[in-house]
């Protein structure tokens, strides 16, 4: 969908265009003023509209035509930059050259399409009356969303070990915190948190544990006032009818006086105000026994400012698969009912649909209460589950509450298959070429904010540092839900054939079924992904049909691909994003110096590729170079440091041959990861190589270090004596024939004498010389390591291995 942010683009664009001589020589200058104007007012109606697009079609069509309007005039304001500056370049013959002419001719007949098609789409947006704004929306929306401490289920389903912790940490631990304690109960929407919170206000031990309980519904407004005036409410059963804070802080600490309580704050969205009602809480004023608060929260940004004691929140799980399935039958079929063989096996999918999410589960047994026909449960598991409005409503909560710069990143994910592993990198990269941020530590930025309030799950991070993750399946449907036909995934059972002339973005695994001007007639394709298919011969004439395909979309802004003929890519000169992989090109052809507006590249088990060749060096807005896999890389092109924009470079090759080196490198602003190949081919005099390391010190925020085929007798003087590293957990040194002491430094006045302290995985290889782990004797040593490696390294002496589990010698 058309976004707030695009559309604000859209406008500042149009004013640039006004001011370009291509708009007044193409005889479309007012008409882009009025065009813009239209905008504007869109823009101001955009949230409603947004909202509004899940309970009426005729406004989620609408969306629908801005959407596709806005994606071909960005396509348009674009090639007008891209002509522009080319104009300036080549000098004022250029703008009488014939090409020049026909491309002015070409943009003022499609300004003028665009300016009646918005024009459309305004007359539109004047006959829509919208019934509500967002504020009074949201007041009726909280107002549906209040609950209570009473239990409302027969039993809880698989939450008895969540309970006894809470309950324990509520009646044990938390009496023994002076003052406040807090205790968050964090997961997405419908894992049951206020369930779960229910069960523990009504335990028998807490029951006896405390003088008074409180329970208050929070929802998206902290209002501290109306939370006090709960409190007293529910202690005193009258409204105070006081209008000051002072005078409910007096009141709140006089209920206190002299009991231990517990407060439930459910359903908290927000902590701008947290500070404010702790500080009235946990007033030296007020003469309590303690007061410890449940909080249930989907945002862990909300939790960890609300928390007492650090890593302390209560992340909730997915229902496991036989608790959800007793929960699914308990509402399916009633208690003691029959249940039918073959509607239990159509349940059991449905209920794996339901992804151990209790009010899917719940939800959906409801709807087939009393209903023992096989067609009416088959319907159900064909159906999709945002047509199930109490299912998506508890979700859509969370999107409308992210940034609407975080809701376009998220709608992202539809681009993916269900429990596929996405990589946060591409994930992110994908985010830049497509406009929705400038830098990637704004888009690291957007993907903690979504991590943290529950939209991605199950994250892992190899040992290279790539981090993958999840999106939970109903997540997954409700991006799906909110980008309708412009988002498509495929796998190679699909068919490509018919896709919708709507369609921005696609991705595909496999052999697809593909036919010749398959993409002609997409206006405007923006994204397109080869997702990790099987390496065949088949392929290879496949992806060449694709590619031929591709070039017919000059809009492309990002293509992942493995095919080999590239040459088809010189039209695609939007291009931001492009990803080579498991290709078996051996240098970078010609064709990619003329995409002009590339910012990523990134080359990835290229096993024939050689050399990157010079024509990268056309590519003045290249951001980041990331080179992976490729291990017959041997030969970078000289001059690399004329990539002025390049921020990150993961691998540079010192070649003595060209004559060219580490000083390419000095002007560069690099991030992230780098590998440095070739420091031995360094040309000076003898005692050059140690310091060339000594001159190569990161920052002080690094990370991972690694060292390979380094010939100088000692480290360099930015390298901390390494057993005093006091995080350090896995050490690896090989080949080093000099060295006797994994660490020399003194140990003289050091108030704890333990070095390696943390350590739990030692290596270390082809050490002929090394004597000790540590020179000062006297020293205790890996006190925690667990995994030991040792090979050709015969005058080592090794110190007592308390911790050791496996030893390899």
């Known amino acids: 969908m058309a976004t707030h942010a695009l559309l604000g683009i859209l406008i500042g664009n149009l004013y640039t265009f006004v001011q370009n001589e291509i708009a007044a020589l193409s005889g479309v200058d007012s008409q882009t003023q009025d065009l813009s104007e239209n905008l504007s007012a869109i823009r101001a109606l955009f949230q409603d509209a947004a909202e509004d697009q899940f309970t009426s079609h005729v406004m989620k069509d609408w969306l629908k035509k801005l959407s596709d309007a806005a994606h071909v005039l960005e396509d348009i304001l674009e090639e007008c930059s891209m002509e522009s500056n080319r104009l300036q370049s080549e000098g004022w013959l250029a703008r009488f050259h014939p090409k020049t002419i026909l491309f002015r001719h070409a943009i003022s007949k499609r300004m003028k399409d665009m300016v009646k098609r918005f024009q459309l789409i305004d007359d ?104 006090l005036q709960s409190i007293i409410e529910s202690c005193t059963g009258v409204n105070p009818n006081l209008s000051t804070l002072e005078a409910m802080q007096s009141k709140v600490q006089q209920v206190f006086l002299d009991k231990r309580c517990l407060l439930v704050l459910d359903d908290v969205w927000e902590n701008d105000k947290w500070e404010d009602l702790k500080s009235v809480l946990n007033s030296r004023g007020s003469e309590t026994k303690g007061v410890s608060i449940l909080v249930t929260t989907r945002d862990q940004i909300v939790a960890s400012a609300m928390e007492t004691c650090p890593t302390q929140s209560h992340h909730l799980q997915p229902l496991p698969k036989d608790e959800n399935w007793s929960l699914f039958t308990h509402y399916a079929f009633g208690p003691n009912k029959e249940q039918p063989a073959k509607l239990v096996e159509i349940g059991k999918e449905i209920v794996r649909r339901c992804v151990g999410n209790p009010l899917a589960s719940k939800v959906v047994g409801s709807l087939l209460r009393n209903k023992r026909e096989e067609k009416q449960w088959l319907n159900v598991l064909e159906s999709k589950f945002w047509d199930i409005d109490a299912v998506m409503g508890a979700l859509r909560m969370s999107y409308f509450h992210l940034k609407p710069s975080a809701r376009q990143c998220f709608c992202f994910c539809a681009l993916y298959p269900e429990d596929f592993r996405i990589s946060k990198e591409q994930l992110i990269h994908l985010w830049m070429a497509n406009g929705l ?31 993958t993750f999840k999106v939970h399946d109903l997540f997954l449907d409700l991006a799906r839900c909110i980008v309708g036909e412009e988002y498509k995934a495929y796998d190679e059972s699909a068919s490509l054939t018919n896709l919708s002339r709507r369609v921005h973005h696609v991705s595909y695994s496999g052999l697809p079924e593909l036919n010749q001007n398959t993409l002609k007639n997409i206006e405007s394709l923006r994204t397109f ?48 994003y492009l990803n080579i992989y498991n290709s078996y090109i051996t240098k970078l052809p010609k064709c990619v110096s003329r995409l002009q507006k590339l910012q990523i590249l990134k080359l990835e088990q290229c096993h024939f590729l050689t050399c990157l060749s010079k024509h990268i060096l056309k590519l003045k807005d290249l951001r980041h170079l990331l080179i992976e896999g490729c291990q017959a890389l041997v030969e970078m092109p000289p001059k690399m440091g004329e990539l002025k924009q390049l921020k990150t470079l993961n691998i540079f090759i010192v070649d003595s041959k060209s004559r060219h080196g580490l000083a390419e490198l000095h002007d560069l602003q690099l991030g992230g990861r780098l590998h440095i190949k070739g420091l031995e081919n360094v040309l000076s005099e003898h005692d050059a190589r140690e310091r060339v390391l000594e001159a190569l010190e990161p920052p002080p925020n690094l990370k991972n270090l690694g060292i390979n085929g380094y010939r100088g007798s000692q480290f360099p003087g930015w390298i901390p004596p390494l057993g005093k590293l006091p995080h ?15 660490d020399e430094d003194s140990y003289d006045g050091v108030e704890e004498k333990v070095a390696f302290k943390s350590l739990k995985e030692l290596t270390l290889l082809k050490l002929p010389k090394l004597e000790r782990i540590v020179r000062d004797e006297g020293v205790e040593m890996l006190p925690l390591v667990s995994k030991v490696t040792i090979s050709c390294s015969p005058n080592l002496k090794l110190p007592l291995l308390q911790s050791v589990e496996a030893l390899e010698i």
């Open 124 to 227: 539109d947006r004047r006959r829509f009356q919208l019934p509500l704004g967002v504020r009074q929306r949201q007041q009726e929306d909280d107002d549906l969303r209040q609950t209570s401490s009473a239990i409302t289920e027969h039993q809880m389903y698989g939450r008895d070990q969540d309970r006894h912790k809470i309950v324990d940490f509520l009646t044990q631990h938390a009496s023994s915190i002076d003052g406040l304690s807090v205790y968050p109960i964090v997961g997405m929407g419908g894992l049951g948190k206020t369930t779960l919170a229910r069960w523990v206000f009504n335990d028998d031990r807490v029951k006896q544990h405390f003088d008074l309980r409180i329970w208050v519904c929070v929802s998206t407004n902290f209002n501290m006032m109306k939370i």
């Open 437 to 467: 941020l400038e830098v990637e530590d704004e888009g690291n930025r957007q993907w903690e904010e979504l991590l943290q309030r529950s939209f991605f799950q199950e994250v892992s991070i190899d040992a290279n540092g790539n981090t």
């Open 529 to 576: 992904i080869d997702r990790y298919p099987a390496i065949t011969s088949v392929l290879v004439q496949y992806q060449a049909l694709v590619l031929s395909e591709v070039q017919l979309c000059n809009s492309l802004r990002a293509l992942r691909t493995r095919s080999s003929q590239l040459s088809t890519l010189k039209s695609l000169t939007h291009l931001r």
């Open 728 to 742: 350090l957990e896995g050490l690896y040194v090989c080949g080093m024939k000099d060295v006797k002491y994994i």
